[in-house]
């Protein structure tokens, strides 16, 4: 039997036999490029998660949701869900870990960053306040630094998907990897998953012979770490915890030493999954919060929290469920490959209703859909955490970590995101000394920018050299 007849049958069997619908009429390249596609699939699982998450919406996760217990550093963050850990002895954990070389720094970077409509991997967006740095040269920088006060190479590993993969290898040779060495980056593409019509089940084409295909979502990185060698690589080379971040945020620590001591101390953590959380800004605030739902710990959507708990607040006044999940995580080398291999579906999926311009090869049209007409799945990393035998959650400060770039314009943009950066490093000068000029809702008023070779921190920021004041408006790059 030939490929193709072998083929025909096997989407035959799962209901999928329309993807090779008038192959003959393709070019040989084409033929090739789709059969290789089709082969990649695992068509024999597929028929169940159709039914279970396409034709049918999955039932919603079930049992009795309660806050899950968080540490602080900070003596005024204590409160019924948090309570106080020492925040020196983790840091001397932490720093013990960076010394050694036992860290690896992991960013994820194979999303499609639709809400942003950057044309291009979104770590080349240009994020800096002043310099407009690049995402890429931000994290890059703090490897640097991290680097030159810890002795130790720190190897950092990107997710890729097939859409921006070239595109991002490219940019960093093109900027010689931002002064890092090439040999200490590795890169891999993650995963994929064909789109579903969701009425009938059956898999996208999005045009003659290419079937509509998306990144598996930031949980794929597991099974795209172990798939691509780079787990093998870092135990290798004696990598044991993996810093893991996402690559729309300017202002994440890449390396936080105290949040390291957290997941290594044997009396807080089990070492396996450990995660950051910031309080949420209010009950309305549309971000998935660490909690424990049916004694499992994990994240709960916002949607699937009631009113009454959305809105719920301790006896200080505060918001319950408050941690807000900001994809900060650490994660052993163990418990990655743990979760890659485990069974054959260690994370569930979630689906994802989208619209996805589709080829008919029956009637050889394309159609761009007005409304959601297909499923994406997708697999989510912090899923991971339910496994964990004991995993810890630390609440850090929103202002000095997170300033996401998710959308265009508004909330979570990069105008917001700007002006977060500038107030967080507004308040670094200031604690050196220099006059900041702040409009009336206190905000900074003047775009400031502090690379992390300068300084990664306001105590390491030292007052020499800079200005006695800046001017409203105006611009400030050290
Ligand atoms: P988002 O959930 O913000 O999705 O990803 P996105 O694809 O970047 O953006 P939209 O929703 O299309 O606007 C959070 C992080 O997870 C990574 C992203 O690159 C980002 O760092 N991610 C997401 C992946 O690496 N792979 C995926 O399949 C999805």
Redesign the pocket.
């Known amino acids: 039997m030939d490929r193709l007849d072998s083929l025909r049958t096997r989407l035959h069997c799962v209901g999928q036999a329309h993807l090779l619908e008038g192959v003959e009429a393709l070019p040989p390249g084409d033929v090739e490029s789709l059969c290789r596609r089709i082969e990649s699939i695992k068509w024999e699982t597929l028929p169940e998660l159709i039914d279970q998450y396409v034709k049918n919406r999955p039932a919603g996760a079930t049992g009795e949701i309660v806050p899950a217990s968080c540490v602080t550093v900070d003596p005024e963050c204590v409160c019924d869900a948090v309570s106080l850990v020492d925040a020196e002895g983790l840091r001397e954990q932490g720093e013990t870990l960076l010394k050694e070389g036992r860290v690896a720094a992991f960013?994820?970077?194979?999303?499609?960053?639709?809400?942003?409509?950057w044309q291009g991997p979104?770590?080349t967006f240009p994020a800096s306040p002043v310099t407009g740095k690049p995402l890429f040269r931000l994290f890059a920088e703090q490897i640097l630094a991290a680097q030159q006060r810890w002795g130790h190479t720190i190897r950092w590993y990107i997710?890729?998907?097939e859409a921006n993969d070239t595109q991002t290898r490219s940019f960093f040779l093109d900027n010689r990897c931002f002064g890092l060495d090439r040999r200490q980056i590795m890169m891999f593409p993650?995963g994929m998953m064909p789109a579903f019509d969701s009425a009938s089940g059956r898999v996208l084409l999005e045009g003659p012979g290419r079937l509509a295909m998306?990144?598996?979502?930031?949980?794929?990185?597991y099974r795209a770490l172990l798939r691509s060698g780079a787990l093998d690589q870092m135990e290798g080379r004696g990598v044991e915890a993996i810093s893991y971040?996402?690559?729309?945020?300017p202002l994440v620590p890449v390396l936080d030493p105290v949040f390291l001591g957290l997941h290594i101390d044997p009396d807080l953590s089990s070492g396996e999954f450990t995660s950051k959380m910031v309080p949420k800004c209010g009950p309305d605030e549309k971000v998935g919060v660490f909690a424990l739902r049916g004694g499992v710990p994990g994240v709960v959507e916002y949607s699937d929290l009631s009113r009454e708990q959305a809105g719920a607040v301790d006896a200080s006044g505060r918001l319950c469920f408050a941690a807000g999940n900001v994809?900060m995580h650490i994660i052993s080398t163990d418990f990655a490959r743990r979760v890659a291999i485990e069974g054959e579906d260690p994370l569930p999926w979630h689906r994802a209703d989208k619209k996805v311009t589709w080829h008919d090869p029956a009637s050889g049209e394309t159609h761009v859909p007005a409304e959601p007409n297909a499923v994406k799945l997708?697999?989510f990393?912090f899923d991971a955490m339910g496994i964990a035998a004991k995993p810890a959650i630390l609440e850090v400060c929103r202002e000095t970590e997170f300033a996401?770039i998710?959308?265009a314009s508004g909330v979570d943009s990069a105008g917001s995101s700007i002006q977060l950066q500038s107030d967080l490093y507004g308040g670094w000068l200031e604690q050196a000394g220099v006059s900041v000029p702040r409009r009336d809702d206190g905000h900074v008023d003047a775009a400031i920018e502090i690379s992390p070779l300068t300084a990664m921190s306001a105590e390491m920021l030292s007052a020499r050299g800079l200005p006695a004041g800046i001017s409203p408006g105006s611009v400030f790059a050290c």
């Open positions: 960013t994820v970077a194979g999303g499609q960053g639709t809400r942003l409509g979104k770590g997710m890729t998907s993650q998306s990144p598996d979502g930031h949980g794929g990185s971040f996402q690559v729309d945020n994809a997708e697999r990393v996401p998710k959308n």
